[in-house]
């Protein structure tokens, strides 16, 4: 292990163990939790070992952290590989046939997204014309989905009702769905097509594709 994975991981179990305290869970509430031993809690505990990204997303779960308190812990995982991405690809692949035209995961700048077979003939009679410059705009709206939303958070947060998750933006040619996973994690859907804007379709769609993330990546429904 290097000095940097070395850090990482000391500065995770301090910051879990500092959310465990705070909260009042113990090592063998949380196993409990977990469904697994209080020796895998305390292993994962140790400054010197590695608590698996699938694992830290279920703490985060059962612990009902705040977004502020997971991304404390999850903005220091180390993020060469924080899912494995071919997953999310093809459970995205799986609904890119249905109600949206573009569908998106974004992760710290990563993108990973499909668009229907016949997004060309979707796209016919969109402002641009031409289905490669559209489907180029849907990439960028969903790059740049996260910091919008942030500013968007700063404005409600004197609500104090927690952070924004879901929003849609009604447009006059369709719509743009944006669902935050968990910090850090988020997930974009977009309908060219007015006609498909009502939730029994768009929404329908997203909420299909979100319930399959959350399968994949072990988060609560």
């Not at 329908?204 to 399959?212: G, L, T």
């Amino acid at each position: 292990m290097d000095s940097n994975n070395k850090l990482r991981n000391e500065q995770i179990a301090q910051i879990l163990k500092s959310l465990m305290k705070k909260h009042g869970w113990t090592d063998g509430k949380l196993a409990e939790a977990l469904h697994v031993s209080r020796y895998a809690v305390a292993h994962w505990l140790k400054p010197d070992r590695s608590i698996p990204i699938d694992q830290m997303i279920r703490i985060c779960e059962v612990m009902n952290l705040s977004d502020r308190e997971r991304l404390q812990l999850l903005t220091l995982k180390d993020d060469k590989t924080p899912i494995q991405l071919e997953g999310v690809q093809r459970i995205l692949a799986g609904h890119k046939n249905g109600a949206l035209d573009f569908i998106a995961f974004v992760h710290k700048g990563q993108l990973t997204y499909v668009c229907p077979d016949d997004f060309p003939q979707r796209m016919e009679g969109i402002a641009h014309g031409f289905a490669a410059t559209q489907l180029h705009d849907y990439q960028e709206i969903s790059l740049q989905m996260a910091p919008m939303i942030s500013q968007l958070d700063d404005k409600f947060m004197y609500l104090d009702q927690g952070n924004l998750t879901r929003v849609v933006f009604d447009l006059e040619k369709g719509a743009v769905l944006f669902y935050r996973l968990m910090p850090g994690y988020i997930v974009v859907g977009i309908t060219a097509d007015q006609r498909r804007m009502d939730d029994r379709f768009a929404g329908a769609a997203m909420r299909a594709v979100i319930a399959d993330l959350k399968t994949y990546l072990r988060m609560k429904p």
